[in-house]
């Protein structure tokens, strides 16, 4: 084995390790578009999926079929018929539906049980069990359209479910569901997934979607200035969309934003839509810290908010540890006052356990990130990328174009996250000139 190999592999596998332990025992919901098995990733995606459940994930697959169904009605000679974006479903859709859906359960499980030769997970096998999991109602007439056999969630068998995955099974799900006199309604696979990851109230929402996410400026194309949009609170999702249109068809930013959104606001932390066309986008998004796609984030506002005067006793107690091992430069409690609306704080349970301050250079089009502490209790749990996150958001809304920090302790921290070096003559004056050269704090800086 190469010594290249050694120094880049080990380091690799170490950053990889605190999201392998993390998110063991959790339960992801993944919402698998039949474009992506048309586009021919199947084999891929279960590769990544068995071998996610082999860290011990708990996986529920549910799987689309838009693709296969207009399909199967072009073979017949048969117009499919949509409004709103939802598909009409007469009788000979909904053969059609019950053939796709077959067809793709058969294509799922036939991959799964395959051993998965040549692949990272040779003679591993993945047991799938799938079943009558959902109970349907029709939808009925809407704007004056009989939909027919297009139906919506009525109920989740959760806790069927929640035996299979105890059982170590993967579990799948067609977008079908049956009334309880036994008649058959075609569902939407992203009324499936968000149901099933709310009542389940799962870690993680998934969506592989033929599009790459949601970007910073969602009804404009793609540019070097309007890139994806990596995470999205969930105050800000709703705002978004808010202002977009509404969808008619998946390629729409706001179609799988409603559906993240509305996971997020049933108790699901983290909900993603990741674009198939990437190999191995669920283990980047998973694994990997700046992941591939969009991810909408419920967090608490009690939890990560603008500081108040209240919060300076805390602030002070927090930093102190910091100040005295010389990780942090030395502020006196009436220079905190001062600048106090400058702080976020992290709070649990009345406890601040986390801070960091924002000084804008305007002129320079920049700003330098202070103070940003996170309580050795709460170090590992994410809580300093929630504050750089917040951070620079708040740089973002302030139309600047970098923040930057002076650090003598954690620079590979934030060398992780997208900062440089720069040599100190490249401060804003201002800042220059109060430059401690005793204590020699290397510059880093992050281009938002």
């Known amino acids: ?16 390790a605190p999201y392998i332990h993390k998110f063991r025992h959790q339960t992801f919901v993944v919402g698998l578009t039949g474009e992506a098995v048309a586009a021919g990733k199947l084999q891929s995606i279960v590769q990544d999926l068995a071998l996610i459940q082999a860290m011990s994930v708990k996986i529920v697959l549910v799987h689309g079929f838009r693709p296969q169904v207009s399909e199967q009605l072009r073979l017949k000679g048969h117009t499919p018929r949509h409004h709103k974006g939802v598909r009409v479903t007469d009788p000979v859709a909904l053969d059609c539906a019950q053939e796709a859906a077959g067809q793709l359960r058969y294509e799922i499980e036939a991959a ?34 009989d939909f027919q056999h ?26 079908f569901g049956f009334s309880p006199t036994g008649e058959a309604f075609n569902l939407s696979m992203e009324e499936v ?24 400026k969602p009804l404009e194309p793609e540019a070097e200035d309007n890139p994806i949009d990596t995470e999205i609170t969930l105050a800000t999702a709703r705002r978004m969309l808010a202002d977009l249109p509404e969808p008619s068809q998946p390629t729409d930013p706001a179609f799988y934003l409603q559906r993240c959104v509305q996971a997020c606001e049933h108790g699901v932390e983290r909900s993603h839509i990741l674009p198939f066309g990437v190999d191995g986008s669920l ?11 969009t991810m909408v984030i419920d967090e608490k506002l009690e939890e990560l908010r603008e500081a108040t005067i209240d919060d300076v006793g805390g602030i002070i107690q927090l930093i102190e540890p910091f100040e005295r091992d010389g990780t942090l430069v030395k502020r006196n409690r009436t220079e905190i006052e001062r600048d106090i609306t400058s702080y976020l704080v992290i709070e649990h349970d009345g406890v601040i356990f986390g801070c960091a301050a924002l000084y804008p250079y305007p002129e320079q089009k920049t700003a330098e990130m202070a103070a940003l502490t996170v309580s050795t209790d709460s170090q590992g749990t994410g809580d300093g990328e929630k504050l750089l996150k917040r951070i620079e958001q708040r740089a973002r809304d302030m139309g600047l174009a970098s923040i930057f920090v002076l650090t003598t302790r954690t ?20 800042r220059k000139r109060k430059y401690n050269w005793d204590r020699k704090s290397q510059v880093l800086v992050k281009r938002l």
């Open 112 to 145: 799964f049980s395959q051993g998965l030769p040549n692949t990272p997970m040779a003679d591993a096998r993945v047991r799938v069990i799938s079943g009558n999991f959902l109970t349907a109602q029709p939808l009925g007439i809407v704007d004056g359209v």
């Open 193 to 216: 997934a968000t149901r099933v990851a709310s009542e389940m109230q799962a870690d993680k929402l998934l969506f592989l979607t033929e599009i790459p996410g949601v970007r910073e």
């Open 411 to 430: 620079v590979h921290w934030f060398l992780k996250r997208g900062f440089s070096p720069v040599e100190p003559d490249w401060l804003p004056e201002a």
């Open 150 to 175: 297009t139906g919506k969630v009525r109920k989740v068998d959760v806790e069927g479910i929640q035996r299979a995955l105890d059982s170590q099974a993967l579990v799948l799900i067609s977008p």
């Open 283 to 293: 283990l980047l998004e998973i694994y990997v810290h700046d992941g591939i796609g």
């Open 1 to 16: 084995m190469s010594t290249v190999f050694n120094f880049t592999f080990v380091p690799w596998f170490r950053s990889v």
